[in-house]
Nanobody
Framework: VQVAESGGGLVQPGGSLRLSCAAS????????MRWYRQAPGKGRELVAA????????NYADSVKGRFTISRDNAKNTVDLQMNSLRPEDTAVYYC???????????WGQGTQVTVSS
């Protein structure tokens, strides 16, 4: 099983970044996919989630209207488009695959997003 994030980096406040997560080794289309983040000195926070079919998504209040999660089950990828970034969005972002009802749970290694002028 592999879950690998990419696309992090340094961006100015108000800017945009697109994170991508590539998965392999499991039946991707059966899994809910989620993006979490962890800022220095804080706990891990759920940012966005998308259902296995992509038909339903939800977001943390802090990112609603700015972030969009999407998935491509043909390519086994899930993306997080982040717009209007703020310094408080600075964190390590993690991709997570979760099989609802079975408890299977896979994590990527994380990608750093830094929002600073």
């Amino acid at each position: 099983v592999q879950v690998a994030e990419s696309g992090g980096g340094l961006v100015q406040p108000g800017g945009s970044l697109r994170l991508s997560c590539a998965a392999s080794g499991f039946t991707f289309s059966s899994y809910m996919m989620r993006w979490y983040r962890q800022a220095p000195g804080k706990g891990r926070e759920l940012v966005a989630a998308i259902s296995s079919t992509g038909g339903h998504s939800n977001y943390a209040d802090s990112v609603k209207g700015r972030f969009t999660i999407s998935r491509d089950n043909a390519k086994n990828t899930v993306d997080l488009q982040m717009n209007s970034l703020r310094p408080e969005d600075t964190a390590v972002y993690y991709c997570n695959a979760y099989l609802v009802g079975y408890g299977y749970d896979y994590w990527g290694q994380g990608t750093q997003v830094t929002v600073s002028s």
